[in-house]
């Protein structure tokens, strides 16, 4: 689940068959990050818990404050 999680946060990331959107992005990597700590032994979610990790720290730091919450907020919803 958090690899599936992580993909598509790339593919907001980037552009990759959906239009670009930060936000969106970052809202996928956040719950990579949720589902590799709540549930570590489902799905071989513990093997990306890193990467997500990366990926939300990143991206977050690139964003505006505002776009970031945005983000964050999707997540919870």
């Given at each position: 689940m958090a690899g599936a999680h992580l993909a598509l946060g790339r593919f907001?990331?980037?552009?990759?068959?959906?239009?670009a959107?930060?936000?969106?992005?970052?809202?996928?990597?956040?719950?990579?990050v949720h589902f590799s700590r709540s549930r570590p032994g489902l799905f071989d979610n513990a093997a990306f818990a890193g990467r997500a990790l990366a990926a939300r720290d990143a991206l977050a730091?690139?964003?505006?404050?505002?776009?970031?919450?945005?983000g964050r907020?999707?997540?919870?919803e």
């Open positions: 907001y990331e980037r552009g990759e068959g959906v239009s959107d930060a936000a969106r992005a970052l809202k996928w990597y956040a719950l990579a730091a690139r964003m505006a404050p505002s776009s970031a919450e945005q907020t999707l997540a919870r």
